[in-house]
């Protein structure tokens, strides 16, 4: 959990009061530098304290021995990450943005810290940042990989989405696989955009060991995925130059939902057995290691006169609610097609698969999208409901409400009475919330006479906006003048 306890030893401490005092950058006369906004998805600063603490991660220590060091609080209303994202880019909280569910950066209206640098005459460019839009035409974005309703601001960029997007949005569907098209336009785009032959190597080697080991490794497809996207945005980076850019990485994130419970068996009532132990009790501390060295391929890639900021946005901590049912399971419907069939859904439906069981239904009509609620409500298991789900205008976000095991002989029955076996529609995906999201997360900013500064108190998530967009002021007072 994360501590109110103050850092000691030889880093300055200072107040919330002093802040306004003392800037962030504390030498104005300098021309601002480039800043690169690391979005490492929920990164917890317990581990990170452990871990640096431990010589694991040295160049987060590197970094943080040169910024001021915050650890930030919200206040929202739900703690999720595509909501707490939006708080830190708009400066807003919850009750003004309005953000609830992935996929819903297309109509969240209030401007982002790219739209008013953008609007200040600076560079932008948004590399996969969550819930996000291009608010003016001078904004550079890539949509992150849940984003179906906001494209690439440059078209060449669509394949390279689709392909991520699909292997994001489809994992946890053992169904899937991608068709011949979408392979080969990813593959071209990364040819002409240059993939390392490190990524390539760890590739190859990733798919080899899947095959060859004893351990489950497919959990590090997720730090695999990060490479591919990071090799992507330092090569454009280099050509753009950006006056600010923002990376996202999400494998640490979804690593923790996942294996928190193998990290940290001790404080779970239900133990993970010897084989998971081998396969997966490493997991967590692996992609901790593994972002430390994209956070030094920042560092190199900006040099001495860009500035790093790194943000997590919130955290994360062991989920032990579930622990008297055994932990908690979730399911996803093994074909949304057929089982949007097997409950009388509308005809005219199009799914857009998020986060692990979730999906959104998108009709042409409110009246289309009611009905859909409506079967949701009348799917029973042994005459209890099914189903989860919450509409906005035409469209329905759904997931099965269950959360304990399923037995083998477990029945549906669809609105019009029909029945069918509850494995013939769901299947189940185990034990993927091992850990709940915390309302404390990191953040770091590099600053201009390297010492490190660590504040006091918590910083409410909101004000990360004016800290970043205040980087610039000088630049921009000058060019005033």
């Known amino acids: 959990m994360p501590t109110d306890k103050p850092e ?3 880093k300055l401490v200072i107040k919330p ?3 306004a005092a003392r800037a962030v950058n504390d030498d104005a006369d300098n021309p601002t530098r480039p800043v690169l906004v690391l979005e490492l998805n929920e990164l917890c600063p317990p581990i990170l304290e452990r871990m640096m603490e431990a010589g694991q991660l040295p160049n987060f220590k590197a970094l943080h021995a040169r910024s001021d060091a915050h650890v930030t609080w919200t206040d929202d209303a739900d703690v999720e990450p595509w909501v707490q994202w939006v708080t830190l880019h708009t400066g807003k909280p919850q009750e003004v943005h309005g953000a609830r569910e992935l996929d819903e950066g297309h109509r969240i209206e209030t401007p982002r810290i790219w739209d008013e640098l953008d609007r200040q005459g600076y560079s932008t460019f948004v590399f996969g940042s969550l819930n996000a839009r291009a608010g003016s035409d001078g904004v550079f974005l890539l949509p992150d990989p849940w984003a179906a309703r906001v494209e690439p601001t440059d078209p060449d960029y669509n394949a390279f989405h689709a392909f991520i997007s699909y292997n994001v949005t489809e994992h946890t569907n053992r169904r899937a696989r991608p068709d011949r098209k979408l392979v080969m336009g990813f593959a071209r785009f990364m040819l ?7 990524t390539v190597i760890k590739a190859v080697r990733q798919l080899a060991e899947e095959r060859t080991s004893k ?3 497919k959990w590090r497809r997720a730090i695999i995925l990060d490479l591919l996207m990071w090799d992507v945005f330092e090569r454009d980076y280099r050509s753009r130059r950006p006056d600010f850019a923002t990376f996202f990485a999400n494998s640490a994130a ?12 001790e404080a779970y009532e239900v133990q993970p057995g010897r084989d998971e ?4 009790s490493d997991a967590i501390e692996t992609s901790y290691r593994h972002l430390d060295e994209l956070v030094g391929r920042a560092m190199n890639l900006v040099g ?7 943000a997590s946005a919130l955290s994360q901590e062991a ?18 097609d057929a089982f949007a069939a097997f409950i009388g859904a509308p005809d005219e439906i199009t799914f857009e698969p998020v986060m692990t069981h979730q999906a959104w239904a998108s009709f042409a009509s409110e009246y289309e999208a009611i009905a859909f609620g409506d079967a949701l409500d009348a799917l029973k298991l042994d005459g209890e409901g099914v189903m989860a789900w919450r509409r906005d205008g035409a469209r329905v976000l759904f997931w099965c409400g269950l959360v304990s095991t399923v037995g083998d002989d477990a029945v549906l029955t669809a609105p019009d009475g029909q029945t069918a076996a509850f494995s013939s529609h769901f299947d189940a995906l185990g034990q993927v919330n091992n850990s709940q999201h915390n309302r404390a997360g990191a953040l770091w900013i590099q600053r201009d006479d390297g010492k490190s500064v660590v504040h006091e108190e918590k910083l409410p998530l909101e004000q990360a906006f004016d800290l970043i967009v205040a980087l610039f002021h000088a630049r921009t007072a000058r060019r005033a003048a």
């Open 304 to 310: 001495p006169d860009g500035r790093i900021v790194f």
């Open 8 to 10: 000691t030893s030889s």
């Open 254 to 265: 979804y690593l923790q939902h996942r294996y928190w419970r193998h990290m940290q068996p």
């Open 192 to 198: 002409r955009r240059g993939v390392s032959v490190t």
């Open 319 to 336: 989920n032990l609610r579930y622990e008297q049912i055994g932990g908690k399971f979730v399911y996803r419907p093994l074909d949304f």
């Open 277 to 280: 132990m081998d396969s997966y």
């Open 215 to 217: 351990r489950d490794l």
């Open 17 to 19: 009061a002093d802040m």
